[in-house]
């Protein structure tokens, strides 16, 4: 199955940006063929969907908590996936994992069961 990797995290003040990047882990599986979203878990939360890009990017999806401030992406050359993630707040502090997705009313869900170390975002003064 696809094995996606992240990269991009790290430490930022109240209102700044990060941009995430996922990747697959073996350079011959094409990105372009899925639907890849991103998903986060904080501290003592259960993991949540928080956005999803078709194929093709004929749509993206947000949840309600990022919408306006994130942004999700495609390269198809670079076979990335980036989360662009503006405006950020204490309360998006987590660990931010990549992974085939759908999206079920207003849930983000992976179709995948296989999940990577993820990114460690951490937003603080």
């Known amino acids: 199955q696809l094995q996606l990797v992240e990269s991009g995290g790290g430490l930022v003040q109240p209102g700044g940006s990060l941009r995430l990047s996922c990747t697959s882990s073996?350079?011959?599986?094409?990105?372009?063929?899925?639907?890849v979203g991103w998903f986060r878990q904080a501290p003592g939360k259960e993991r949540e969907g928080i956005s999803c890009?078709?194929?093709?990017?004929?749509?993206?999806y947000y949840v309600d908590s990022v919408q306006g401030r994130f942004t999700i992406s495609r390269d198809i050359a670079e076979n990335t996936v980036f989360l662009q993630m503006n405006n950020l707040k204490p309360e998006d502090t987590a660990v931010y994992y990549c992974?085939?997705?759908?999206?079920?009313?207003?849930?983000?869900?992976?179709?995948?069961?296989?999940w990577g170390q993820g990114t460690q975002v951490t937003v603080s003064s």
């Open positions: 073996r350079s011959s599986s094409s990105l372009e063929y899925y639907a």
């Open positions: 890009i078709s194929v093709r990017d004929r749509y993206t």
């Open positions: 992974a085939v997705c759908t999206v079920v009313g207003d849930r983000v869900l992976s179709k995948s069961d296989y």
